[in-house]
């Protein structure tokens, strides 16, 4: 299998060109901080854990009934999907397996999560807000003052227990084939988090159709089976990969009378986005009207399915450019990276079906339970054109080209643009990086042939956190306390679903039951039917917001002014959730492409700094240039 090797001098223009010519990805995206978590007034005792425990039991047993055999779980987890990228949610890209499982079980249209990977993956995986979970960033972009505390590291901790652990030590088989990216070193890979079988990509990304890195951060696609090294196969695909392993996992024990946990967390649709042709083909000319008919189509047919409400309002983000402003060679392109991006949604979405016949066919499907999410909304940070020269370089330099009539096929670098991320996550504001509901809301499906519910909605806000104590309810594994295997652990503080998906309540957490969050200085608070937020510039304005966004997902109406006892109410209970937390300030200047830089630097290329400055030297001219050319043409 061939791998990108980079030279040095390629790898310092790359750099430079990316510090100079990403300014919107490096704003936008703000690859950072994603201090997320759960909080309640007080922390939760293993009294208060096994009292939860005892008051969902009578739902557990209207769930799976107590005669039952312990179900199957299959988590699949979705990378940067937008809110209404699916049919279920309002998409019109063809997703016939998730509509199948929607109409099997409960969509839950009020979930949350960080707004960036490694973080939620997280909480996911262990119920544990990713703060105390260790990873309150991607390692990447984590700047050196910050690691000096032992939680600042952006990798898993030693002192969570994952989900897979537990449902391991209670005699369930477990399985993981895709995206780990919670640390590589030999104690921090999956096989030694609870996972008896692994297919593992390590980094935050790679290409889907080769053994390559997709940014020169990685110097080779660090791809692991069962913890070590791995070389993948000619007729690779990520998604009919990741599915391909996963059958092979079950299918080694299926018949031994032992349940499985199998955890499938896709690339789709992380960049670069790629996809089979057959995919692509079927959504020509689907988006010519372009992003502003898109986000509107949807949000019209997210009111219709009942995702949100009738009055859902939408502001326009300042990304979004005018589409009739476009020339038509550049609206074609355009709508053929659109087209790429749907093709890899409806890709992912087959081979989940591939897995579903499979289960059919072995007759475990009817003892299998679903959960559908993704790790954080869409990705706004591809460039607005990357057809100009100074994006055009970038990839070139890494191997890849940007051909309309070859995108999104191998060796192709395709990404959607802001404009149309901002249509990926209507009606919502904002996406990816940012504390803004287009960021933070995805979609949530838990389904299954023993659920009660079907074809269901369910507006109950839910959090990240909510996953590992769903799971360890539905396998009827007890949570952990303090303590666990002889040594202390960080207890979890997520919340079981089963009440809801058994339908005996409306919520499962109280209106003085908080959730606090923080990203490079944007920040939120949930609490009850309200959210207080503040996104920091060049995108947000750096002033506190409070919305219900339960009436107004669009975030168009700031409550802070009419409502100010409860606005300064919430003020006051984010504070408490820093100093419960430990979130640290960002260090002074701090932006994440910088610091995504001096990373790269320090760890590759620490004795050629001087080489990386004059680069910058001679190229800024050319940016300076480039920069007036867009004021002119704008």
């Not at 994603?34 to 293993?46: G, M």
């Not at 200085?521 to 009850?528: I, P, S, T």
Request: one cysteine or more.
């Amino acid at each position: 299998m061939a791998r990108a090797r980079l030279g040095l001098s390629t790898m310092l223009v790359y750099l430079a060109v990316a510090a100079l010519f990403v300014p919107f990805a490096a704003a936008q995206s703000s690859l950072s901080i994603d201090a997320v978590t759960d909080f309640r007034t007080d922390n939760a005792t293993d009294t208060d854990t096994n009292a939860a425990v005892t008051a969902a039991l009578p739902a557990v047993e209207s769930v799976h009934g107590a005669d039952k055999p312990r179900p199957n779980i299959v988590f699949i987890l979705a990378d940067d999907l937008g809110f209404t990228d699916i049919a279920p949610y309002g998409s019109e890209v063809n997703t016939p397996s998730l509509s199948a499982l929607a109409a099997s079980g409960v969509r839950f249209t009020n979930y949350h999560t960080a707004a960036n990977c490694a973080p939620a993956r997280a909480m996911l995986l262990t119920g544990v807000n990713n703060h105390l979970a260790g990873v309150p960033n991607i390692p990447e972009m984590l700047p050196p003052e910050q690691r000096l505390q032992a939680n600042y590291q952006g990798v898993l901790g030693d002192d969570v227990v994952t989900v897979a652990t537990l449902l391991e030590d209670a005699g369930y088989h477990t399985y993981m084939a895709g995206k780990w990216h919670l640390g590589m070193e030999p104690d921090k890979r999956p096989s030694r988090r609870g996972f008896g079988r692994t297919v593992a990509m390590m980094d935050s990304g790679a290409d889907n159709w080769e053994q390559r890195p997709y940014l020169p951060l990685y110097e080779q696609a660090n791809w692991f089976a069962d913890g070590e090294r791995m070389t993948l196969p000619e007729d690779f695909y990520s998604s009919q990969f990741l599915i391909d392993k996963t059958i092979e996992f079950i299918g080694e024990n299926h018949g031994d009378g032992q349940p499985f946990f199998a955890y499938v967390p896709f690339m789709a649709v992380h960049m670069p986005v790629q996809a089979p042709q057959e995919y692509t083909d079927r959504y020509a000319g689907v988006y010519d009207a372009g992003w502003h008919a898109l986000r509107e189509q949807r949000l019209q047919r997210a009111v219709a399915l009942g995702i949100v409400p009738p009055a859902t309002a939408m502001t326009e983000m300042a990304t979004t450019r005018d589409w009739d402003a476009l020339d038509a060679q550049r609206q074609r392109y355009e709508a053929k990276r659109m087209a790429v991006y749907a093709g890899m949604i409806e890709a992912m979405d087959f081979h989940i079906g591939r897995l579903v016949d499979y289960l059919k066919l072995t007759g475990q499907y009817e003892n299998t339970i679903f959960i559908f999410t993704s790790d954080n909304g869409s990705e706004a940070s591809g460039p607005d054109n990357p057809q100009a020269w100074p994006t055009r370089l970038a990839p070139a330099l890494l191997g890849y080209h940007l051909d309309y009539e070859r995108l999104g096929l191998e060796g192709s670098y395709n990404t959607i643009s802001p404009s149309f991320a901002s249509a990926s996550a209507s009606p919502l504001s904002f996406f990816k990086f940012y504390a803004g509901e287009g960021g933070m809301r995805v979609p949530l499906i838990i389904a299954g042939d023993r659920l009660p519910r079907r074809n269901a909605l369910d507006t109950a806000f839910t959090w990240a956190t909510d996953i590992t104590p769903t799971i360890l309810s539905l396998a009827g594994v007890t949570q952990p306390g303090s303590r666990y295997a002889g040594r202390p652990v960080q207890p979890i503080t997520g919340y079981d679903l089963v009440p809801l998906l058994a339908g005996d309540v409306e919520r499962v957490r109280s209106d003085d039951d908080a959730v606090g969050y923080e990203l490079t200085g944007h920040a939120v608070l949930f609490q009850g039917d309200y959210k207080l937020v503040v996104n920091q510039p060049p995108l947000g304005d750096g002033e506190w917001k409070l919305f219900n966004i339960v009436t107004d997902p669009g975030e168009t109406v700031d409550l802070a002014a009419a409502q100010p006892e409860r606005f300064q109410r919430m003020l006051l209970r984010y504070e408490l959730f820093q100093q419960e937390n430990s979130v640290l300030p960002m260090p002074q200047g701090y932006t994440q492409m910088r610091q995504l830089l001096l990373n790269t630097l320090h760890t590759r290329y620490r004795n050629d700094l001087l080489v990386l400055l004059l680069s910058l030297l001679v190229l800024s001219p050319f940016y300076v240039a480039y920069r007036m050319r867009r004021k002119v043409a704008a």
